[in-house]
């Protein structure tokens, strides 16, 4: 399972040009293979950390994977955590996307849904695809 | 039922696998444990250690003992049941390495040198905390899911069934007014979703849920008589090679095994039924075959 942090395509919190901006990364399906950077010359590394999400997303999804997983509420789950080693089977990744979608008014299309592995990925993406709203 | 495998087999040693012939041509072998059987410490220990580096690290990863030991098991399940078929000479379990597909999906990477043909062995796991099964053909891709009978869902059946599942199956799901009754069928129904996936070895999104529908096919008495699938993406003859099994397993769970129909089978007009043995394991300590006693009941195929 591919498992990209956000930074590699949410570059609406980097201040350059509006004319570097690749339109096409609104689009939820892109992968996240850091292709669409290869016409700018930053190096990726340098989004990592000004590009997470914002911590009350963060704070949202860590509610919801706890919930769906009936996890104790003092049970440490962060954005690193891995919903695979938190114990969600596809069922349960299947209903915690479903909660975020509620939750988040968005939609969320398989193949992004696959590429989440982490409670990170799930608030990147969910920033990204508010954003595209 | 006929049954020729032996009723239970205890390890000849504690490190022992008893060895089996692989399953012929359109057989398929299942393989379940039980984690809350296996309590014992050093047998937990013995298990861990035929599993590779990688692997005893993800499972030292999963929080919770009862997520470890479900780990563990998945991957000892995996290696021991493999290990019994003892293809060319005998095959430690320990020394087994996996690699994936394209598409991600688990596979065998058989250390043979280069004349040597890799077998045919085809497998695939599944796993809850509460059982561990692994199925294994020749010749024919294979995918398997198991979920417990009464897990819980958060959302309704029905709007878990709008977001994923397609028309023709949210349809059945709704005609079913007991929503006991319309909640097992909704698992069941999963899992035959899954199996079908995995079996593809695409990956969820390379057959997403919608795309497919699984669906009961009635004979001329109106009797279910076989599960189908039918994709909205793939002509009929690709459909048609898949063939179905639902079983319900230890009273608690719902198996569902999805494997390749061959060339033969496929042309003929009855669907000739895959012949199943199911084993329960505790792998070095006893092998129970399980077909045809009540741990096993086939609900289709």
């Known amino acids: ?133 | 039922m006929k049954l020729d495998c032996y009723q239970r087999t205890f390890a000849h040693s504690s490190s022992s696998l008893t060895p089996i012939q692989l399953p012929a041509h359109l057989e398929t072998h299942l393989w379940y444990v039980k984690p809350s059987e296996v309590k014992n410490e050093s047998l937990l220990k013995q298990y861990l250690d035929i599993l590779s580096p990688r692997e005893r690290e993800n499972v030292m990863q999963m929080r919770g003992e009862e997520l470890r030991k479900s780990a563990l098991l998945a991957r000892t399940l995996v290696r021991t049941t493999i290990a019994r078929y003892q293809i060319n000479s005998q095959i430690n379990p320990r020394s087994l390495k996996f690699r994936k597909n394209i598409h991600g999906k688990p596979e065998v990477d058989w250390q043979f040198s280069n004349d040597s043909l890799p077998p045919p062995l085809h497998f695939n796991i599944s796993h809850t905390s509460s059982l561990v099964a692994c199925g294994v053909t020749v010749d024919s891709q294979i995918g398997i899911d198991v979920e417990e009978k009464h897990r819980s869902i958060k959302h309704t059946v029905l709007s878990f069934a709008r977001r994923y599942f397609s028309k023709h199956e949210i349809q059945f799901l709704a005609s079913i007014t007991d929503p006991q009754v319309q909640k097992l069928e909704f698992i069941k129904l999963w899992t035959l979703k899954e199996a079908y996936v995995k079996a593809l070895g695409k990956g969820f999104s390379g057959a997403p849920f919608k795309t497919f529908t699984i669906r009961f096919k009635e004979d001329s008495i109106h009797q279910a008589s076989e599960i189908v699938v039918d994709s909205f993406d793939e002509p009929t003859e690709l459909t048609s090679n898949w063939q179905f099994s639902l079983l319900e397993l230890a009273n608690s769970h719902y198996a569902a095994i999805c494997t390749e129909k061959h060339a033969a089978s496929a042309e003929g007009k009855r669907n000739v039924p895959t012949k199943l043995t199911v084993w329960k394991t505790i792998p070095f300590v006893v092998d129970e075959c399980v077909s045809g006693t009540d741990a096993v009941k086939t609900i289709y195929g």
Do not use: Y
């Open chain 1, 1 to 133: 399972m591919a498992s990209f942090t956000a930074s590699s395509v949410s570059f609406s919190c980097i201040s350059f040009s509006k004319q570097n901006q690749v339109s096409n990364l609104r689009k939820a399906s892109l992968p996240l293979s850091g292709k669409g950077f290869s016409s700018h010359k930053l190096p990726a590394f340098r989004f990592r950390v000004a590009c997470a999400a914002k911590p009350e997303t963060v704070t949202k999804v860590v509610e919801i994977v706890k919930k769906q997983l009936a996890l104790p509420a003092d049970r440490d789950v962060t954005g690193d955590s891995k919903f695979a080693t938190l114990g969600a089977d596809s069922l349960d990744t299947v209903e915690i996307v479903m909660g975020l979608e509620e939750e988040f008014g968005i939609s969320v299309e398989e193949e992004s849904a696959q590429s989440i592995a982490t409670v990170q990925d799930a608030a990147d993406l969910i920033e990204k695809l508010l954003e595209k709203n």
